[in-house]
């Protein structure tokens, strides 16, 4: 990256939103964006920036930690900060979280029943073999337990992935992972892990067939089975242990 003082920033760097730390951030982002830096590659040090900007270096480490809870830089201790995961994406998740309630949970089964169905049919008329083999290897999560670690790929993501749209994709991801309490609880208390899995493979037998119609209703009765459980379920007697997978 050149030194700092050779980058100009657009006019509009610091005039985005109301806070000093929030102007600050825009501007953060708006050198990544201008140096061309992705995923990994190190940014100036919070000394650095707060000269650059002519602000003290507390108010620039606030404005990283804001940058830093969306996933947008990463702050490694003793090491420095760096472009995070997130820097390319339209659809941000919020770093703060939702309350754990029963209506919460089927919130976001609502959300994702009113998007996800339309999401399969468009999948598998845009699908490449890709974007196949992609659904194929997440369709197996169904089958961990609740708590065990995560596999490459989420299904539900995998499948958004697969109508070429980039935005629908960041929005599943964002949608699962802000409501990431609520997306646990689900994977807890509906325990039908073969049936789960079972229709994964549905809706992956229809997206691979080249047949929306199929796709949409097979992801419709997914969901809705999903809800059915959530419904009848004690989410109380779960919250505690919902509170220690986070």
Do not use: C, W
Not at 24 to 40: F, H, K, N
Not at 85 to 102: E, G, Q
Not at 143 to 166: C, K, M, Q, S, W
């Amino acid at each position: 990256m050149p030194p700092l003082s050779s980058i100009t920033p657009p006019p509009t760097s610091l005039s985005r939103t109301d806070s000093l730390s929030g102007r600050l951030a825009d501007a953060i982002l708006d050198l990544i964006r201008t140096d061309g830096l992705t995923t990994g590659d190190a940014i100036p040090s919070a000394r650095t920036l707060a000269s650059r900007f002519e602000v003290t270096t507390p108010t620039i480490r606030e404005a990283l930690r804001q940058l830093e809870a969306t996933g947008a830089v990463e702050l490694r201790h003793g090491s420095g900060t760096y472009v995070g995961p997130t820097i390319d994406r339209a659809v941000m998740v919020n770093p703060h979280r939702a309350p754990l309630t029963k209506e919460s949970v089927l919130e976001l089964i609502g959300a994702r029943e009113l998007i996800e169905p339309d999401t399969a049919a468009a999948a598998a008329l845009a699908r490449t073999d890709d974007q196949l083999r992609r659904l194929e290897l997440a369709s197996g999560n169904a089958l961990n337990p609740p708590g065990d670690r995560p596999v490459a790929y989420h299904f539900h993501i995998e499948l958004a992935a697969a109508t070429g749209n980039r935005l629908m994709r960041e929005l599943i991801e964002s949608l699962i992972l802000v409501r990431g309490r609520q997306q646990r609880a689900i994977r807890r208390l509906y325990d039908e892990r073969e049936r789960d899995h079972r229709e994964h493979l549905e809706i992956l037998a229809a997206v691979h067939d080249r047949d929306p119609a199929q796709a949409r209703q097979l992801t419709r009765d997914h969901l809705a089975h999903i809800r059915e459980a959530i419904s009848s379920a004690d989410l109380q007697a779960d919250a505690a242990a919902a509170d220690g997978d986070r």
